[in-house]
């Protein structure tokens, strides 16, 4: 039973440089979250996905895009990385009910240069 | 909206030794409560929640956590940590209607021999 997975688990790029991040679950979830981790700041939500076909913005969805083409597949983009997106990316899922808890992936480490 | 504040960003202990971490939310409606537990360069693992019920929960691994609706706080407590007990500790809080979760800035508790 993997869970969530991420892919890659690292990667360098150059300012400009454009990459996307796979996260995939197999637990049928019908939410799924991206989240970025910086020192201090704890976890900021970037895009979610309430459903196949569905994204939505969170707190920090500059400079991100996401699509959701699948149910089990959540993508995020940067079309041109900056060295302010130098973080830890957190793929997350759960249920669609409310009180259901985050089931998160390994993360991807990303550093911009 | 929710959102939490965890009071305390480090927390050195001695094995052995109890260990709280507080965290407090603000909200205006009845709520979800959640803790996460982060091992280096892991994803983050949910260590308890709180849905309704008895304000007292329990881990596995002898966590517990204790909801206050008065003082809007759900403090993490163990009676005597372990070296494995060292990791970064999240707070997050959701509402009934909530898609997402909100995250504390995290708490990072050393624990030495």
């Known amino acids: 039973n993997a869970g969530v997975t991420q892919t890659p688990k690292f ?3 150059k ?3 454009s990459m996307t991040l796979l996260c995939a679950q197999d637990m049928n979830h019908e939410y799924m979250y991206w989240y970025r981790q910086d020192p201090g700041m704890g976890l900021r939500l970037i895009h979610y996905s309430v459903g196949e076909g569905t994204t939505a913005k969170g707190e920090v969805p500059d400079g991100y895009n996401v699509s959701r083409l699948k149910k089990q597949n959540f993508l995020l983009g940067l079309e041109s990385a900056a ?3 130098t973080s830890v990316y957190f793929c997350a899922s759960r ?3 409310y009180n259901s808890p985050l089931h998160f992936g390994n993360g991807t480490r990303l550093t911009v240069t | 909206a929710q959102s939490v504040t965890q009071l305390d960003s480090q927390v050195p202990v001695f094995e052995e030794a109890p260990v709280e971490l507080r965290c407090n939310y603000s909200s205006s ?4 409560l959640f803790w996460y537990v982060q091992y280096p360069n892991q994803g983050l693992q949910l260590l308890l929640k709180y849905l309704s019920g008895s304000t007292l929960v329990e881990s596995i691994n002898g966590f517990e956590a204790e909801f ?3 003082q809007t706080s759900f403090h993490l407590r163990k009676p005597s940590v372990h070296i494995s007990d060292t990791a970064e500790y999240f707070c997050a809080v959701s509402g009934p209607n909530d898609y997402k979760l909100s995250f504390g800035a ?3 508790v050393t624990v030495r021999a």
Do not use: D, E, I
Request: glycine content about 10%; overall charge positive.
């Open chain 1, 11 to 13: 990667r360098v790029l």
């Open chain 1, 15 to 17: 300012t400009g440089q």
């Open chain 1, 83 to 85: 060295p302010s997106q």
């Open chain 1, 95 to 97: 249920t669609a009910s």
């Open chain 2, 29 to 32: 409606v009845s709520v979800y």
């Open chain 2, 68 to 70: 206050n609706k008065s």
């Open chain 2, 106 to 108: 995290g708490t990072t």
